[in-house]
């Protein structure tokens, strides 16, 4: 990358809403996206109007709480941020190359305000760095920083499977079955950014047995660093997504069987595998 520079990444897919022309050079427009109005991403509910401001407010029943409205532009930001995060694991944002707000904000057809706003909390997970002046730089990670990774899921999680494998009947792994087979045809269809969402809602399914929601929310947020791409090749390929979802059927029958050292393997295998798949890199960094 040349300094001060940034490099030409690969647009991303507008989102199903064409991109509009900008101002002339001087010209002054008011944007009505930056108080939440305009248009909005795929999902989203779209509001033809603006709410007309009623005279006369109705009175909550005696004992009934007023109902609360969230922001619209919180809304907006929420969807932004499910965007970026998906175009992370799809490869569509590429480690290394810098991203403006306004750029992702046109593709997006929102403002660049909930751009920055989602990539705002992006740099708090890690995922992005700030370039002052320029805009936002996807974060490159290592070998290293993959492997240490699956060390910290392996000693995080493991000790919980394995309780959980002691105490718990058969009867009840069989209900993580749905979400094990919806991985797996998540994974045979190749959506690597669908396959993500998937892997993660049985992870959280299995650790949420536990009662434990700090381990879920810990645990959740580690697998969802563990996913990101890396600087060098394809993130996954499908063959790898459908032999990281078989592992969640062999990893269900070791726990009903009670099959302490079969759990162990399996997951330390899982966790370390999943990361040797994601990382791809010529240099061997």
Not at 86 to 108: C, D, H, M, N
Not at 113 to 137: I, K, W
């Amino acid at each position: 990358m040349e300094q001060g520079r940034p490099r030409t990444a690969a647009p991303l897919p507008s989102a199903g809403v064409p991109a509009q022309a900008g101002p002339a050079r001087g010209e002054h427009v008011h944007d009505e996206r930056e108080h939440g109005y305009g248009h909005p991403l795929p999902g989203a509910r779209r509001d033809t109007a603006r709410p007309e401001r009623s005279e006369r407010t109705e009175e909550p029943a005696r004992g009934e709480r007023p109902a609360r409205r969230m922001p619209q532009r919180y809304s907006v930001r929420g969807q932004v941020l499910d965007a970026l995060r998906k175009a992370l694991v799809s490869g569509e944002l590429i480690p290394g190359e810098v991203y403006s707000g306004p750029a992702l904000g046109e593709r997006f057809g929102v403002s660049a305000t909930p751009v920055r706003e989602a990539m705002q909390q992006l740099v708090l997970e890690g995922a992005v760095e700030v370039v002052p002046n320029r805009g936002f730089r996807v974060a490159s990670r290592t070998a290293r920083d993959l492997a240490e990774l699956a060390e910290v899921r392996t000693l995080l999680e493991l000790p919980a499977m394995l309780q959980l494998a002691r105490t718990l009947p058969a009867r009840t792994w069989s209900e993580l079955l749905p979400l094990a087979e919806t991985a797996a045809a998540v994974a045979a269809s190749g959506d690597r950014a669908g396959y993500a969402e998937a892997d993660r809602a049985f992870h959280r399914a299995l650790l949420g047995l536990t009662g434990n929601r700090q381990l879920v929310m810990i645990a959740d947020e580690l697998h969802r660093r563990a996913q990101w791409p890396t600087p060098h090749g394809p993130v996954r390929r499908t063959a790898d997504l459908v032999a990281d979802a078989a592992e969640h059927l062999t990893l269900l029958d070791a726990l009903a069987a009670q099959d302490l050292a079969g759990v162990e393997s399996l997951v330390t295998r899982h966790f370390t595998g999943a990361a040797g798949r994601a990382h791809i890199s010529p240099s061997g960094d």
